[in-house]
C-alpha cells in the first residue's frame, strides 16, 4: 500500500513524501464555495472548524513548497473567510455559530450546525488561528491579500472570549441552545493553551486577567519512568497549540517553578510513549522502542474479544494516553511526524519502521488516524491487524504544520509576528527566549 521504498530515501526526502501526501488531503476535501474541510474522508463527513483552522495554515506551506499556486491558495483562504464572516449567527437553530464562536461540526454544502453538537470554544480557537497565519503570511498589496488581513482580524476580535468564561475563571469547553455552557471545564494540562493566548489578548472582549491561571492551578506534575512531566496523556495535547506557537526557551508561572517549558515538556513526554511502548504493561502485540504512540483518534470499536486467551476490550474512537490509559493496543502513527520538533531522532526511527514493518498500513505515504496490530490475523482484519479506513483532517494537518516547523519554522515564524499572539502570551505571565527579544509591548 505504501508504493514506494522508503529505506532509499534520504530523511528529507522521507519527510517531504509524508509531508505532501497529508498537505494533499486538504485539495482532495475542500469545497472550494465556502472554504470548508470534511473532518474526515469518509463519504458525507461534515467539515470540522478545527480542520478548517489547520487547512488554513498549510495553504502557506504548500505555496512555500510549490505545491499549490499563490493565487489558489488565496482563493481558498478568502472562500473560507467570507464564509465565517457572513454565516448566521445566533442562538437559534440554523445557524453556524453564536457570540463569534463556531459549532464543531458544519455541513459542507451550507456550513449550517449538524449532529447537534456544541459550539466549540477550542475549535474555534484553533479555527481563529489559522485565520492569524493567513493574515501573517499574505502580506501582499493587492486587494484580496488585503481582505485576507482584514477578515482575519474582523473574526477574531468578533469572539467573545469573556462570554465563554460563564461564571467561572477558566473558560467553558462548549455550549448548546437549549442547555447552555456544558457542565465540564478545562481541567488538567491539554491542547488550549491556545485557547487561552488568544482569548486573553482579544482587543474587544479578552478573558480574566486570572483565566490562564485557574487553568494552570488543575495542572498535574508526575514524575514517570524518571521524567518529571506535567502529565496530559494522549500526545495530541503535547501539539496542537505547538504546532502554532514556539514555546521552546518561553516559561509562564508555572513553568519557572518547575525549571521547565512546554516545549521540554512536550519531549519528556514523546520519550515517555516510548518508554512505555517498551514496557509495554498489558501485553500488546508490535509494542517496542520503534512502535509507540498514543493519541486521540480512530480504533477498531466497541467490543470485547480474546486475544492469545486474554479478554481484550476495544474502543472506537478515543482518546488514548499513556501511561495511565486508555490503552486497547491502538497505536496513532501520525504522532511521529506531529512529534519531530521535540524529538526528530526517535520519531524519525519510528516512521522508518513503520514503514518497513508495515507498510500496509500507510496509504502512498499518507498515514492512518490509528492501526492496531494486537488484532492481525483476525477474520474481520488484515494481516498487520485493524486499520482505519479513510483518513482525519486533525491528523494530516498536524503533520503538515509539525514537519514544516522542524524543516523550516515557517508557522512558528509567521506567529510570532502577530501582535494578539504575543500580548496574549505576556499576558499568561510567559518571558524569556524569543518573547523577550522580539521586543515591543504587544501592541
Known amino acids: 500500500m505504501l508504493r514506494a521504498e522508503p529505506a532509499a530515501l534520504s530523511?528529507?526526502?522521507?519527510?517531504?513524501?509524508?509531508?505532501?501526501?497529508?498537505?494533499d488531503y486538504f485539495l482532495e476535501n475542500v469545497n472550494p464555495e465556502n472554504g470548508l474541510v470534511a473532518d474526515t474522508s469518509r463519504p458525507n463527513s461534515p467539515a470540522s472548524i478545527a480542520v478548517v483552522g489547520f487547512a488554513l495554515s498549510c495553504?502557506?506551506?504548500?505555496?512555500?513548497?510549490?505545491?499549490?499556486?499563490?493565487?489558489?491558495?488565496?482563493?481558498?483562504?478568502?472562500?473560507?473567510?467570507?464564509?465565517?464572516?457572513?454565516?448566521?449567527?445566533?442562538?437559534g437553530d440554523d445557524v453556524t455559530g453564536h457570540k463569534g464562536f463556531y459549532y464543531h461540526f458544519l455541513d459542507m454544502r451550507t456550513g449550517l450546525r449538524v449532529w447537534r453538537c456544541e459550539l466549540s470554544m477550542v475549535d474555534t480557537a484553533l479555527l481563529i488561528a489559522g485565520m492569524l497565519v493567513a493574515g501573517a503570511y499574505f502580506s501582499g498589496d493587492d486587494d484580496e491579500e488585503a481582505e485576507i488581513r482584514q477578515l482575519a482580524e474582523a473574526l477574531y476580535r468578533r469572539v467573545d472570549w469573556r462570554w465563554a468564561q460563564g461564571s467561572s475563571p477558566t473558560l467553558r469547553q462548549g455550549w448548546?441552545?437549549?442547555?447552555?455552557?456544558?457542565?465540564?471545564?478545562?481541567?488538567?494540562?491539554?491542547?488550549?493553551?491556545?485557547?487561552?493566548?488568544?482569548?486573553?489578548?482579544?482587543?474587544?472582549?479578552?478573558?480574566?486577567?486570572?483565566?490562564?491561571?485557574?487553568?494552570?492551578?488543575?495542572?498535574?506534575?508526575?514524575?514517570?519512568?524518571?521524567?518529571?512531566?506535567?502529565?496530559g496523556g494522549p500526545l495530541f495535547m503535547h501539539q496542537f497549540s505547538h504546532a502554532w506557537i514556539d514555546f521552546a526557551g518561553i516559561r509562564d508561572a508555572f513553568m519557572r517553578e518547575k525549571n521547565s517549558d512546554y516545549?521540554?515538556?512536550?519531549?519528556?513526554?514523546?520519550?515517555?510513549?516510548?518508554?512505555?511502548?517498551?514496557?509495554?504493561?498489558?501485553?500488546?502485540?508490535?509494542?517496542?522502542?520503534?512502535?509507540?504512540?498514543?493519541?486521540?483518534?480512530?480504533?477498531?470499536?466497541?467490543?470485547?474479544?480474546?486475544?492469545?486467551?486474554?479478554?481484550?476490550?476495544?474502543?472506537?474512537?478515543?482518546?488514548?494516553?499513556?501511561?495511565?490509559?486508555?490503552?486497547?493496543?491502538?497505536?496513532?502513527?501520525?504522532?511521529?511526524?506531529?512529534?519531530?520538533p521535540f524529538a526528530p531522532d526517535i520519531c524519525l526511527a519510528a516512521l522508518r519502521h513503520l514503514g518497513e514493518r508495515y507498510p500496509e498500513v500507510i496509504d502512498n505515504f499518507r498515514l492512518p488516524s490509528g492501526f492496531n496490530p494486537t488484532l492481525a490475523n483476525r477474520r474481520k482484519f488484515g494481516r498487520h491487524g485493524w486499520v482505519s479506513e479513510g483518513h482525519y483532517g486533525l491528523d494530516q494537518g498536524i503533520v503538515v504544520m509539525m514537519i514544516e516547523n522542524h524543516r523550516s519554522r515557517l508557522v512558528w515564524e509567521l506567529m510570532r509576528s502577530n501582535r494578539h499572539i504575543r500580548l496574549g502570551l505576556r499576558k499568561a505571565g510567559f518571558t524569556g527566549g524569543w518573547l523577550s527579544r522580539d521586543g515591543g509591548d504587544g501592541a
Open 263 to 340: 516545549f521540554e515538556n512536550s519531549r519528556r513526554s514523546t520519550h515517555l510513549h516510548r518508554d512505555y511502548a517498551r514496557h509495554n504493561p498489558y501485553g500488546y502485540d508490535g509494542y517496542d522502542e520503534n512502535l509507540w504512540g498514543l493519541s486521540a483518534g480512530d480504533g477498531p470499536g466497541g467490543f470485547r474479544t480474546s486475544v492469545e486467551r486474554q479478554r481484550r476490550r476495544f474502543s472506537g474512537y478515543a482518546a488514548r494516553g499513556a501511561p495511565f490509559g486508555p490503552d486497547d493496543g491502538t497505536i496513532a502513527p501520525w504522532s511521529y511526524p506531529a512529534s519531530l
Open 59 to 91: 495553504y502557506p506551506i504548500g505555496v512555500e513548497r510549490g505545491w499549490m499556486a499563490r493565487d489558489a491558495a488565496v482563493k481558498l483562504t478568502l472562500a473560507a473567510l467570507r464564509f465565517f464572516w457572513t454565516s448566521p449567527q445566533g442562538n
Open 176 to 231: 448548546k441552545p437549549k442547555s447552555g455552557f456544558l457542565h465540564y471545564g478545562w481541567e488538567g494540562y491539554n491542547e488550549a493553551t491556545i485557547l487561552y493566548v488568544l482569548s486573553m489578548a482579544s482587543p474587544e472582549s479578552p478573558t480574566s486577567d486570572d483565566s490562564y491561571e485557574g487553568w494552570t492551578a488543575t495542572y498535574q506534575w508526575e514524575n514517570i519512568y524518571g521524567y518529571d512531566v506535567l502529565y
Open 11 to 23: 530523511d528529507d526526502e522521507l519527510l517531504d513524501r509524508y509531508q505532501r501526501a497529508a498537505f
